[in-house]
């Protein structure tokens, strides 16, 4: 099992950039894959990006292509979550997952607390 903790969500303009991490603690960190989810108001919880275990892969919602990029640091059992251009709507808690099995959005089974992300227009 493994245990997640997200930091570095906050209060940024339109345009803005923040940097999430998450930190793992349990089971060995290479074993997962790792993936950021949001929920904003009133709407369901979305994959935002995945990473594989050794960081050989990446996937993104088309919503973030190009201004998210998703990276980990197995020697450090991190995974980071960088934003750039921030809109909006990217407005939403942002959550930390890990996947024994695949990458999908359905196979992460265990999750951190949340970290909440508001973009002032």
């Known amino acids: 099992q493994v245990q997640l903790v997200e930091s570095g969500g906050g209060l940024v303009q339109a345009g803005g950039s923040l940097r999430l991490s998450c930190a793992a603690s349990?089971?060995?960190?290479?074993?997962?894959?790792m993936a950021w989810f949001r929920q904003a108001p009133g709407k369901e919880r979305e994959i935002v990006a995945a990473?594989?275990?050794?960081?050989?892969?990446?996937d993104y919602a088309d919503s973030v292509k190009g201004r998210f990029t998703i990276s980990r640091d197995n020697a450090k059992n991190m995974v980071y979550l960088q934003m750039n251009s921030l809109k909006f709507e990217d407005t939403a808690v942002y959550y930390c997952a890990a996947s024994r099995m695949g990458m999908a959005a359905y196979e992460y089974d265990y999750w951190g607390h949340g970290t909440q992300v508001t973009v002032s227009s």
């Open positions: 990473i594989s275990r050794f960081g050989g892969s990446t």
């Open positions: 349990g089971r060995t960190f290479s074993n997962y894959n």
